[in-house]
């Protein structure tokens, strides 16, 4: 190879050296960085609703059909209790499904129901952004970009494309800026509505400040932090499935005191359509009978006989000189607005299983086949009226009561302890009433109520029985008692 030829390659070879380190060079001061922990944080994440009124719609009907042409195409982000604009009127939705009907506290004002008239739910949302900084930059500024709509994206109606500034920019969307930190002095910052700027259509928010700057600087905590309030979710964007988010990009940017992007981060935030659960509620009713152990102290009893199941009050073999006691709770729990009331009716006096009835009520029946109802200690007992019954002279079989839920609200028509300063039964409190009796033509006794909804009230009933020496031996003496609970709604 010749001199000359040596030269001329030595001479490409610098030359193409050259131009690649230029263009390197050219393309690595052109790159921005990436700001660590960088995130946006909404504080809704629904999309505005934005139906279209389908032709049909009356004047003062309660009942609206949107269109299926969108930009919502059915009523699935429409939720109960929201306002929904209809022209110039705010109207309450009180029901909606997943079709394209939904229906309204009060009846369509003339105009509204034109075809093709809007139907919105414009849906504010905060939000944060957050981020470290990479770059120390003297006298700089930060920048949130929020997408939005390149024509009327300040107009209070929702857009398929980004996010509304509001029909009032200015008053309606706030803006926060970082607090102060080491090398940073905020101003009040500035928002501006649908710019074109980093080659599309963005709100913008620029907190501006003083200072040298830092690297590594956190902005990721409350008060340290930009915070946008009142711009409006977009509603859904044209050909999309509902249930699968719109994703859209916000750009949070450091900038120099010439407006140069420095750094700055694109994130990824979802907007998607809330999910609607739905239930059902019907009038309800709850009333448990339950047993209670032997051994329990209930009413005025200290111990109790013998232990009792739902269904069966088992006193066992009765004795002349000492009470045989037992006890159930009676359970309730209703959402009745009206409440419930319990009441009782025993089927007859306690009697041997030959007897069709028993003919009489008091201490002695007129038939030792069967156990009376006590007549209480001063003889004022009946199935209306409760007295003492605390000596073992006093024979026969009665009932007490006693709240044990601590449930404010439930009436009782006595209860165990009531004494004389209640004008029921002596200072022994010891108070008792006989069942009603169906033998004897009675109507089911009121026990207790409430006049309100009731979460498990519970309320003991105290069985108590003695016999008198008269009394006929038998294993074979029983009654029924029905308790019958009854809801008011």
Known sequence: MSKGNIIKKITCLLLLSILFAKGFFILDTARSANMPNTKVTLSTPRLSFHGKLASGNTVGASSVTIKNSGPSTNTSNLFVGEDVLIGSNSYEVTDADDGLTFQIHQGLQTGDETEDNDAIVARSVDIVANWETATAVSGGKFRVLVPAASANNADGTPDQTGWDGTSDFTNNVTLTCPGNQTGYTFGAGSKAAGQSVAGGTYHTFTCDYTGTGG?????????????????????????????????????????????????????????????????????????????????????????????????????????????????????????????????????????RQHKDSCPGIGDQSGDEACIPDSSGDDSLMTHVNADEWASTNTKGFAYSLEDVSANSGVTMSFEHDWNSSAGACGTSANCYRRFADAQQTHTPELLFSRGSVADNDTINVCYKAIISNTQEAGEDYSTSVTYRATATF
Do not use: M, W
Request: net charge negative; aromatic share 4%; charged share 10%.
């Open 215 to 351: 690297v590594g600087t956190d902005f990721l905590t409350l008060g340290n932090q930009i915070e946008i309030s009142g711009l409006i979710n977009p509603s859904p964007a044209s050909s999309r499935t509902i249930g699968v988010a719109d994703q859209y990009n916000v750009i949070v940017q450091h900038l120099d005191g010439s407006d140069n992007v420095v750094d700055q981060t694109e994130v990824a935030v979802a907007v998607i359509e809330a999910v609607r659960i739905t239930a059902s509620v019907s009038p309800q009713i709850s009333f448990t009978i339950d047993g209670v152990t032997s051994g329990s102290n209930v009413c005025d009893i200290a111990s109790t006989s013998v232990a009792t199941t739902a269904t069966h009050v088992p006193l066992g073999e009765l004795a002349i000189n000492q009470f045989r006691s037992a006890a159930q709770e009676l359970i309730v729990a209703t959402n009745a607005q009206n409440g419930y009331a319990v009441t009782a009716l025993a089927a007859d006096q306690l009697k």
